[in-house]
């Protein structure tokens, strides 16, 4: 199989793109050049598909031969013509949308064999790369569901991918997407069979019993229990294919921002490991943060590239955080290539909650992007109308970067999001200089005690209350500005059928609850279409899994924001960096976006919410759209000198892909909008010179 990418950052052939993210090293890299920083006035949109789903599209398209594979915002695979964006062929279900998002696809060939792999809720499809048909020896018809693998007490839990798997030899090792609350399905890494579908080796992020890291869970059985869930690899993995070692970044363990039910650091929870691809066994590891209370799981896959140190070059793997941190090591021995301190953070103030006395916190790179100790009254934003309030919050809310989640309010800087995006970081792996984007875009997070929650009347509205209220909040009316719709009104845009499609499933990134029994969602779905006839008090079965309720409860997604929507701290609001991990120092930040409005004024560029990351060429230019503003622009990576930029047909929250045919460059990106409030799209694109 051809790869962009390989485990050596000195490979010369980064000319396609037949892999996530550039390839197996996640690098975002190319060397194809005929795009110059001399001949951008020339570049033109030369060819556009319109998708037959309208919205959100987070893929990074591949390129194999002269085929472009990607994902629409309904989960329908499709398959163009790279050159031309003439549709070739389509798959999947024609008359159901899916409410989710894909980053793309995986490709596998051996001879005449190729195919494409992509996930649709919990299960694992293999379709034939040339028809799009699937593939009718690998599991039940071509498909297989990934809970196989799992312990049979989590296999009818919420699961699903939005990140394609990695090919390593005959094997698809899957990233995984689980629930974050109480009686999650744990995030085991599981590696398939790409002919079969049958699983060949599971590494278990929750330990069982016997296993190394189960004393970190303060109860050794914590998994066969399974109320405490996830650990999971959400975001992809890297692969040196020369050693075989697969890095794996892991996620928070569930529920996020309530430790009471697992004290101890839980390990293999927010860390990077290093696993044996042939056999999933462990080689080292290192966490990023000890009993994770904020949700601060690594957003991206980590990239492999070579560093120069004391003049020796070292094959190294740099992971970007959410905290605005980038931890680099030695890729063969975890060694890390800065120091890192331990450093001590407060202790929680609930009661019952205990936080890990310290964090790691490297001494370089600086962060990428500020941090809430930063953040004084001189930081409100000039543009605020009222900054009265705003101080008033600043003034009382702890901004302590580890500060645990407590009754009180604490500032959130980096936000949930980072920080780093799921877009990740690009890498020059042949002179070690890492390009990665970072929003700034100031949260509260706080809790509540549930007992603060009026008593439920019915078992639809304590469904309710115990999944729902984080997000849409009791009010039913959801938080718009935060991204969480309001679902007061549901009867007059969505049916019965629907709500109960999503709430099994998921949406974007709502967790789906396939857990719940039809006894359940039939209450929830009366609940929020107002149908309960009588009010009754809650019986036995109102005490599962999905009914209960910890001590305390986070109070939602709340951004901090001034009384125009835009974020209540001065600019930037959005950001890009070049650093060279060499020495650890920036060659350059610049801002990276806008605010319309404020454009309009004359204000000076404010930078702005991006989700996709960049793409960069040796010849010296980096390509990145991403940004809630809705252009593509084109930087010079030495300098982050703006060289180009063009207004998309709608916001693209997705990593561009770079590609040849018939020896013409294009670069391809999807265009979904929707996301932050942005117009929704539909568009697939590429750009050539012209």
């Given at each position: 199989m051809g790869c962009a990418d390989t485990s050596s950052p000195n490979n010369k052939h980064h000319r396609s793109w037949e892999v996530y993210l550039g390839g197996p090293g996640r690098n975002h890299y190319s060397t194809l050049s005929e795009i110059t920083p001399e001949?951008?006035?020339?570049?033109?949109?030369?060819?556009?598909?319109?998708?037959?789903?309208?919205?959100?599209?987070?893929?990074?398209?591949?390129?194999v031969d002269t085929i472009l594979y990607?994902?629409?915002?309904?989960?329908?695979?499709?398959?163009?013509?790279?050159?031309?964006?003439?549709?070739?062929?389509?798959?999947?279900?024609?008359?159901?949308?899916?409410?989710s998002t894909s980053r793309g696809v995986a490709y596998w060939e051996k001879g005449r064999d190729r195919r494409i792999f992509y996930t649709m809720g919990s299960e694992l499809f293999a379709l034939d790369a040339q028809t799009g048909k699937p593939i009718l020896t690998f599991g039940m018809d071509g498909k297989i569901d990934m809970r196989a693998g799992l312990p049979p007490n989590a296999r009818e839990k919420f699961l699903v991918s939005n990140t394609p798997g990695t090919i390593y030899k005959d094997l698809i090792?899957?990233?995984?997407?689980?629930?974050?609350?109480?009686?999650?399905?744990?995030?085991?890494?599981?590696?398939?069979?790409?002919?079969?579908?049958?699983?060949?080796?599971?590494?278990?992020?929750?330990?069982?019993?016997?296993?190394?890291?189960?004393q970190t869970w303060g109860d050794t059985q914590v998994r066969q229990k399974g109320l405490i869930g996830a650990a999971n690899s959400w975001a992809g993995m890297a692969l040196d294919e020369t050693t075989e070692t697969l890095f794996v970044p892991t996620g928070s363990a569930a529920?996020?921002?309530?430790?009471?039910?697992?004290?101890?650091?839980?390990?293999?929870?927010?860390?990077?490991?290093?696993?044996?691809?042939?056999?999933?066994?462990?080689?080292?590891?290192?966490?990023?943060?000890?009993?994770?209370?904020?949700?601060?799981?690594?957003?991206?896959?980590?990239?492999?590239?070579?560093v120069t140190r004391n003049g020796a070059q070292i094959a190294a793997v740099a992971q970007v955080t959410k905290q605005g941190y980038v931890f680099v090591f030695d890729r063969n021995t975890g060694e890390s290539l800065f120091e890192i301190k331990e450093t001590p953070v407060p202790n929680s103030t609930l009661e019952g909650q205990r936080a890990w006395p310290t964090q790691p916190i490297p001494t370089k790179p600086k962060p990428f992007a500020r941090l809430a100790k930063d953040i004084t009254v001189a930081a409100i934003s000039p543009y605020a109308e009222n900054p009265e309030d705003i101080a008033a919050i600043i003034e009382t809310s702890n901004k302590n970067e580890y500060a645990p989640p407590?009754?009180?309010?604490?500032?959130?800087?980096?936000?949930?999001?980072?920080?780093?995006?799921?877009?990740?970081?690009?890498?020059?792996?042949?002179d070690g200089i890492l390009y990665v984007n970072s929003n700034e875009m100031p949260w509260i997070l706080q809790m509540m005690q549930n007992t603060d929650l009026p008593e439920a009347k019915s078992l639809g509205e304590k469904l309710y209350q115990v999944n729902c209220t984080s997000c849409h909040q009791s009010n039913l009316k959801g938080m718009p500005q935060s991204g969480f719709p309001a679902i007061n009104a549901l009867p007059g845009y969505l049916t019965k059928a629907e709500t109960m499609s999503i709430i099994t499933n998921g949406k974007g990134m709502m967790p789906g609850f396939p857990e719940l029994t039809a006894k359940e969602t039939d209450a929830l779905l009366q609940f929020l279409y107002r149908e309960e006839a009588t009010v009754h008090s809650i019986g036995a079965e109102a005490n599962s899994d999905s009914t209960q309720r910890p001590k305390y409860k986070h109070t939602g997604y709340h951004k901090f924001l001034d009384s125009k929507a835009l974020p209540a701290i001065s600019p930037p609001w959005g950001t890009l960096h070049a650093i060279d991990l060499n020495t650890g120092d920036y060659r350059w930040s610049v801002t990276l976006g806008d605010t319309p409005s404020l454009r309009a004024k004359g204000h000076p560029p404010t930078g702005c919410e991006n989700y996709g990351g960049p793409v960069v060429t040796q010849n010296g230019l980096l390509f990145i759209a991403g940004t809630k503003d809705g252009y593509f622009r084109i930087f010079n990576k030495h300098t982050g000198e703006l060289l180009w930029d063009y207004q998309l047909p709608a916001a693209s929250f997705a990593t561009p892909a770079m590609y040849q045919v018939n020896g013409k460059q294009y670069i391809a990106l999807a265009c979904g909008g929707e996301k932050l409030g942005t117009k929704p799209g539909n568009q697939i694109v590429a750009f050539a010179l012209e």
């Amino acid at each position: 199989m051809g790869c962009a990418d390989t485990s050596s950052p000195n490979n010369k052939h980064h000319r396609s793109w037949e892999v996530y993210l550039g390839g197996p090293g996640r690098n975002h890299y190319s060397t194809l050049s005929e795009i110059t920083p001399e001949n951008l006035h020339r570049l033109r949109m030369v060819w556009s598909y319109s998708a037959p789903d309208i919205g959100q599209m987070q893929m990074n398209p591949i390129v194999v031969d002269t085929i472009l594979y990607g994902v629409t915002s309904a989960l329908r695979v499709v398959a163009l013509h790279a050159a031309t964006g003439k549709e070739l062929w389509t798959f999947g279900d024609t008359l159901n949308a899916w409410h989710s998002t894909s980053r793309g696809v995986a490709y596998w060939e051996k001879g005449r064999d190729r195919r494409i792999f992509y996930t649709m809720g919990s299960e694992l499809f293999a379709l034939d790369a040339q028809t799009g048909k699937p593939i009718l020896t690998f599991g039940m018809d071509g498909k297989i569901d990934m809970r196989a693998g799992l312990p049979p007490n989590a296999r009818e839990k919420f699961l699903v991918s939005n990140t394609p798997g990695t090919i390593y030899k005959d094997l698809i090792i899957m990233p995984t997407r689980v629930s974050e609350n109480l009686g999650a399905a744990p995030g085991d890494i599981m590696a398939f069979s790409v002919l079969t579908g049958k699983p060949v080796w599971t590494f278990k992020t929750i330990p069982e019993e016997e296993q190394k890291g189960s004393q970190t869970w303060g109860d050794t059985q914590v998994r066969q229990k399974g109320l405490i869930g996830a650990a999971n690899s959400w975001a992809g993995m890297a692969l040196d294919e020369t050693t075989e070692t697969l890095f794996v970044p892991t996620g928070s363990a569930a529920p996020d921002f309530d430790g009471s039910q697992r004290p101890g650091s839980n390990l293999y929870a927010n860390c990077l490991l290093a696993l044996d691809a042939n056999k999933g066994t462990l080689k080292w590891h290192f966490q990023f943060t000890h009993h994770d209370l904020w949700d601060r799981d690594p957003p991206a896959p980590p990239n492999l590239l070579n560093v120069t140190r004391n003049g020796a070059q070292i094959a190294a793997v740099a992971q970007v955080t959410k905290q605005g941190y980038v931890f680099v090591f030695d890729r063969n021995t975890g060694e890390s290539l800065f120091e890192i301190k331990e450093t001590p953070v407060p202790n929680s103030t609930l009661e019952g909650q205990r936080a890990w006395p310290t964090q790691p916190i490297p001494t370089k790179p600086k962060p990428f992007a500020r941090l809430a100790k930063d953040i004084t009254v001189a930081a409100i934003s000039p543009y605020a109308e009222n900054p009265e309030d705003i101080a008033a919050i600043i003034e009382t809310s702890n901004k302590n970067e580890y500060a645990p989640p407590g009754l009180d309010p604490v500032l959130l800087l980096p936000g949930y999001d980072g920080g780093a995006e799921w877009g990740g970081a690009a890498a020059d792996p042949d002179d070690g200089i890492l390009y990665v984007n970072s929003n700034e875009m100031p949260w509260i997070l706080q809790m509540m005690q549930n007992t603060d929650l009026p008593e439920a009347k019915s078992l639809g509205e304590k469904l309710y209350q115990v999944n729902c209220t984080s997000c849409h909040q009791s009010n039913l009316k959801g938080m718009p500005q935060s991204g969480f719709p309001a679902i007061n009104a549901l009867p007059g845009y969505l049916t019965k059928a629907e709500t109960m499609s999503i709430i099994t499933n998921g949406k974007g990134m709502m967790p789906g609850f396939p857990e719940l029994t039809a006894k359940e969602t039939d209450a929830l779905l009366q609940f929020l279409y107002r149908e309960e006839a009588t009010v009754h008090s809650i019986g036995a079965e109102a005490n599962s899994d999905s009914t209960q309720r910890p001590k305390y409860k986070h109070t939602g997604y709340h951004k901090f924001l001034d009384s125009k929507a835009l974020p209540a701290i001065s600019p930037p609001w959005g950001t890009l960096h070049a650093i060279d991990l060499n020495t650890g120092d920036y060659r350059w930040s610049v801002t990276l976006g806008d605010t319309p409005s404020l454009r309009a004024k004359g204000h000076p560029p404010t930078g702005c919410e991006n989700y996709g990351g960049p793409v960069v060429t040796q010849n010296g230019l980096l390509f990145i759209a991403g940004t809630k503003d809705g252009y593509f622009r084109i930087f010079n990576k030495h300098t982050g000198e703006l060289l180009w930029d063009y207004q998309l047909p709608a916001a693209s929250f997705a990593t561009p892909a770079m590609y040849q045919v018939n020896g013409k460059q294009y670069i391809a990106l999807a265009c979904g909008g929707e996301k932050l409030g942005t117009k929704p799209g539909n568009q697939i694109v590429a750009f050539a010179l012209e």
